[in-house]
């Protein structure tokens, strides 16, 4: 709309000295009417009005120097959305580093700018906060997920409400509810400011056609001061309104040829005012700032067509010939630029085809579980930043290549729908089966039959872990009431046992002398070899079992048997395979279920991460463009599959290890 507004107004002077024409022929019976009338008027009513009219031009000079000021101060600001109004700011905007402030802090700046500040003065502000608030909302929430995923929760029952975001989307909501009323209240004003000049044109129009030669100059300065003070109209009544009122002030002037003293003064001046108005629009014409010299220009032809008069005939095409000229530089750049911009734009099409092929080789045809679901999703999301980090496209083809990338993700969220709807019965089924066994667990979680209860709870969380998924509305509860349940029973038994056995107490102190004696054999490092070192795990494990509160001594023959190791100069991983092994026997000898269980978990989320790393790694090599083995790229990504693949082969093997032990 801003462009059409300004080829409105550039080429509604390009026709002027042809509608002056016409405009006057068909008026030129008018105005001889009204010269008989200036005629017949008294000789001493004309000088008495000249002398009173140079009075009034004295006086109109100052107004006028003060209007030119005002119009400068008005061409630092103009209007964001309307390019016609002209404000002045009235308080200046904070500049805020919005990416060191936190989430809280986001919300009450958002808030202080909205109380402060209306709201056509910080749109670009509250662009900022959003998208900086929406960024560290979703790393929040991935931290939340990971937190939650950590502690033993499934990734697809995993939510989290923040009320700090329901306060972020009011006040965006209470933002854009009141820039809608700013324009509304701008659409009203302009209504309203276009009757008031319709008005003053009736006005001049009786003037002219009631002229009294004592009066009327100084009527019709009233009129043009209350025209200048009018407020803005819509655009798309601009021309026609100005073209009218133009057409009558120089109607007027006209009639004013009896006083050609002072009609030649007061085209002195316009002509200066215009001169000055030729000269910025030239200057600008070379300003390489071609947004800035074509918003500019817009102040200066409101200038020149609502604040600067008429000059005398013989100037006028000369004059308007310089305007015209620098304006049409101007618009010859601004559409030079903006083909450019329109050739990026058809590029664009292109390649966000491209993008859209790309999402229709994405495989979803053998999914069948939601961890393989979530890849597919994470490479369609991948896909939808790159589609739209493209940027625009021509508008004549913004709709079809919209619809394309439509259809190419239609068909993937359709097929994602279906399979999370099927696992839902299965869900309520899981859920049913896990609530039998924390009723079970509660049931059961003060018995002191110890030896029949501890093999029940065993069974039952080994059954708990083969149970699938439940609704994620109530993940979080009967995990918890199970995990409490078994907590009791299991902080029970050890109690018991650590209580009840004075043995374990010297089995400690064995203990100790012989990581004494460990320590030294170590350090005199004769004879030292594997099969001794099992020898002395194997003493070790036979001394018994200590109590809870003193398995330190434990984790200190470990380390001590973490130095043996290092001085046997054994591959790396065998040593962590034997630190892992020494560590499991330790818990299946202190009937640790727990921790035993929690290693297994461990275990199995260190495979899961190491296999994702490698078919990441393997689905890059795909996208080089050079993937050939002498690629020194492709070689690094190589080297760092085999370096996850030995590190995967270590985990499974420790997996293997827990899995053949019955616990």
């Known amino acids: ?38 005629k017949t008027s008294k000789v001493e009513e004309v000088e008495e009005s000249i002398e009173k009219q140079e009075k009034v031009l004295d006086t109109e000079k100052d107004s006028l120097n003060k209007l030119e000021k005002k119009a400068e101060e008005e061409q630092e600001i103009i209007k964001e959305d309307t390019p016609t109004t002209v404000e002045k700011v009235k308080k200046e905007i904070p500049t805020i580093a919005y990416n060191k402030l936190t989430l809280d802090e986001l919300v009450d700046t958002i808030q202080k700018l909205l109380s402060q500040f209306s709201v056509q003065e910080i749109k670009s502000q509250i662009e900022s906060l959003k998208s900086e608030f929406l960024k560290k909302f979703k790393i929040f929430l991935a931290e939340k997920k990971e937190v939650f995923i950590n502690e033993g929760g499934n990734e697809i029952d995993f939510h989290y409400t923040l009320p700090l975001k329901n306060k972020f989307n009011d006040l965006i909501y209470d933002y854009k509810k009141k820039r809608q009323q700013y324009y509304r209240d701008i659409e009203n004003s302009q209504k309203e400011n276009l009757e008031i000049r319709l008005a003053l044109i009736e006005q001049l129009k009786h003037l002219i056609d009631n002229a009294e030669a004592s009066t009327m100059y100084k009527n019709f300065r009233v009129l043009q001061d209350e025209w200048r003070s009018a407020g803005q ?55 390489k700032d071609i947004n800035h010299a074509f918003k500019e220009l817009q102040i200066l032809h409101r200038i020149w067509k609502e604040d600067v008069g008429p000059v005398a005939r013989d100037f006028r095409e000369d004059i308007w010939g310089r305007f015209s000229e620098a304006t049409k530089k101007i618009h010859d750049k601004r559409h030079e630029f903006q083909d ?47 589609f739209f980090k493209v940027g625009r496209v021509p508008k004549s083809k913004n709709e079809e290549v919209w619809q ?28 049913t089966k896990k609530m039998q066994l924390v009723e079970q667990a509660e049931s059961l979680k003060e018995s002191d039959d110890w030896n029949n209860t501890t093999e029940v709870y065993k069974k039952i969380q080994a059954d708990w872990r083969k149970i699938g998924h439940v609704p994620r509305k109530d993940s979080d509860r009967i995990w918890k009431q ?66 809870v509160k003193l398995r330190h001594i434990d984790s200190k023959f470990n380390k001590a048997l973490e130095i043996a190791y290092k001085k046997l100069n054994i591959d790396k991983d065998e040593v962590a395979f034997l630190k892992f092994q020494n560590t499991v026997d330790v818990y299946v000898e202190q009937n640790d279920v727990r ?45 760092n599959i085999a370096n996850y693949n030995k590190d995967l082969d270590v985990w499974k093997r420790k997996l293997s290890y827990i899995k053949q032990i019955d616990y």
Not at 9 to 31: F, G, P, T
Not at 254 to 270: C, Y
Not at 357 to 368: A, G, L, P, S
């Open 1 to 38: 709309m801003l462009d059409e507004n300004i080829d409105k107004l550039s080429s509604e002077e390009a026709v002027k000295n042809d509608s002056e024409k016409n405009v006057k022929e068909e008026n030129i019976e008018d105005n001889k009417e009204a010269e008989e009338k200036v």
């Open 233 to 287: 109209i819509s655009h798309t009544k601009y021309n026609d309104v100005w073209r009218t009122y133009h057409h009558h002030v120089e109607r007027f002037y006209d009639l004013l040829h009896l006083n050609n003293d002072l009609r030649d003064l007061d085209f002195k001046h316009n002509l200066e005012e215009k001169i000055k108005l030729v000269e910025k629009a030239e200057t600008l014409a070379e300003d």
């Open 340 to 386: 450019k911009l329109d050739a990026k734009l058809v590029d664009n099409i292109a390649l966000k085809i491209a993008v859209i092929e790309k999402i229709k080789t994405i495989n979803i045809d053998d999914i069948t579980s939601h961890k393989l679901w979530q890849e597919r999703i994470k490479i369609l999301e991948a896909y939808r930043d790159e």
């Open 404 to 431: 394309l990338f439509k259809e190419a993700t239609r068909n993937f969220n359709k097929a994602k729908n279906i399979f999370y709807k099927s696992i839902k019965h299965d869900q309520s089924e899981n859920l």
């Open 482 to 547: 199970f995990k409490d349940a078994c907590n009791h029973y299991f902080d029970r038994l050890h109690e018991k046992q650590d209580g009840a056995n004075q043995e374990q107490t010297d089995v400690f102190n064995k203990k100790k002398d012989f990581l004494d004696q460990f320590k030294e054999q170590v350090n005199q490092e004769e004879n030292l070899s594997l099969e001794l070192l099992n020898a002395y795990i194997k003493d070790w494990k036979n001394i018994g079992v200590v109590p």
């Open 595 to 639: 921790k035993m269980d929690n290693e297994q978990l461990f275990v199995r989320r260190k495979i899961d991460e190491l296999t994702r790393e490698i078919k990441q790694l393997e689905n890059n090599i795909s996208f080089i463009s050079n993937a050939s083995e002498d690629n020194p790229l492709v070689k690094n990504v190589y080297k």
